[in-house]
């Protein structure tokens, strides 16, 4: 398996010190800066804005990966591509109109992701495979970060991972939550190959040594 990519999400940061903390990610060798907006509806909890995105847009040259746990979502989409976001996710489990979403998004000439919680089975993305760049697997319930890995996703991860070849289309799926250098192992082996992490490169002392963890943990 080649090596999958890495993006730290800032959720587990400093956040009086979140400009440098986006730095030091792509210093230590980071792919892509993921992003958690929650709305307190969606997910029983806040965490971003627009502002923060386009604050922090100057101090990086990663790209940002921007995920909405945000339900009604539409008239979001345009203000976080404004705010500089280079792939915005959504959740199938946002409404009854993914398909408007996911154009909606491509609008903007952002790269569309579709995010999936963990009680929703695989099929629910399958009508819509030819609008989505990405699938985010949601390996925890959304809303926190340091939860525990649900290893019941691995199957779907597979499933999906089958659904996504078949298209003949390259689509990246992402897993996102409770990943470590263990778990990531288990997920690119279910077929996983970009890996969301907090706890896992935040929590750490050394952010270049955690990265290298998760990514050759995640090849092994
Ligand atoms: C959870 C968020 C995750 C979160 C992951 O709702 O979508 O991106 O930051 O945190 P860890 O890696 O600590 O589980
Ligand atoms: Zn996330």
């Given amino acids: 398996l080649s090596s999958p990519l890495i993006a730290p999400s800032v959720l587990s940061a400093d956040f009086s010190r979140m400009a440098d903390e986006v730095a030091a990610v792509e210093k230590a060798g980071a792919d892509w800066l993921h992003l958690d907006v929650m709305d307190g509806h969606f997910v029983p909890n806040l965490s971003m804005g627009t502002q923060l995105v386009s604050a922090l847009r100057p101090h990086s040259r990663l790209p940002f990966d921007v ?3 945000v339900a009604p ?3 979001y989409i345009a203000a976080f591509a404004k705010a500089g976001a280079d792939h915005i996710h959504i959740h199938v489990e946002a409404g009854p109109h993914t398909h408007r979403s996911l154009q909606h998004v491509r609008d903007h000439g952002v790269k569309a992701g579709l995010a999936i919680c963990p009680a929703t089975p695989p ?3 399958e009508e819509v495979l030819d609008l989505v760049d990405m699938i985010l697997v949601m390996t925890v ?3 926190f ?3 525990k890995f649900l290893t019941s996703q691995l199957r779907k991860i597979r499933t999906l991972r089958e659904m996504a070849d078949a298209t003949g289309r390259d689509i990246r799926i992402g897993v996102d939550g409770g990943i470590t250098p263990e778990t990531a192992t288990l997920a690119t082996q279910a077929g996983a190959d970009v890996l969301i992490a907090g706890t896992s ?5 050394d952010y270049a040594r955690a990265i290298n ?5 995640g090849a092994s």
């Fill in 73 to 75: 979502v539409d008239s």
């Fill in 123 to 125: 099929e629910a993305v």
């Fill in 141 to 143: 319930n959304p809303g």
């Fill in 67 to 69: 995920h909405l746990m």
């Fill in 145 to 147: 970060g340091g939860q």
């Fill in 213 to 217: 963890a998760l990514r050759t943990g």
């Fill in 201 to 205: 490169v935040y929590g750490q002392e």
